[in-house]
């Protein structure tokens, strides 16, 4: 049973990627997703009173606990098959520096990655994963 949420933008390639990097590495199913720009995820951004400049970060949300930035990426690698729990020891960085480094990519992801016109469509077997 899933017990954790991760928002990330729906028309970012990369973002795209990292969704399904975690569900391919995810055999216990622990997150569902929602795209920050769906229904789902706008409601989940009123419901937890996220500001709306969080847009640029993956964001996890498990157990009432609401992550950003490398904060999110390091607690969704915990939960990951095979060697990523092991990146969770980047926690002893201290976040601004952790954060400096994941907001210069962020910033760059559209003109790296590229974009889509439309957001993920998720295959059939991972379909009941996303949030509507």
Known sequence: MSTAIVLFDGICN??????QFILKRDPRSHFQFASIQSPAGQRLLHDYDLPLHLVESVILIEQ?????????ALHIARHLSGYWP???MLLIV?????D???NWIAHRRYRWFG?????????????KRFLE
Do not use: E, G
């Open 14 to 19: 990369l973002c795209t990627w990292t969704v």
């Open 94 to 98: 201290p976040r601004p520096i952790r």
């Open 100 to 102: 400096t480094v994941y």
């Open 115 to 127: 974009t889509a016109k439309t957001c993920l469509v998720p295959s059939s077997n991972f379909r």
């Open 86 to 88: 092991l990146l969770r």
């Open 64 to 72: 009432d606990q609401v992550y950003w930035r490398s904060d999110a």
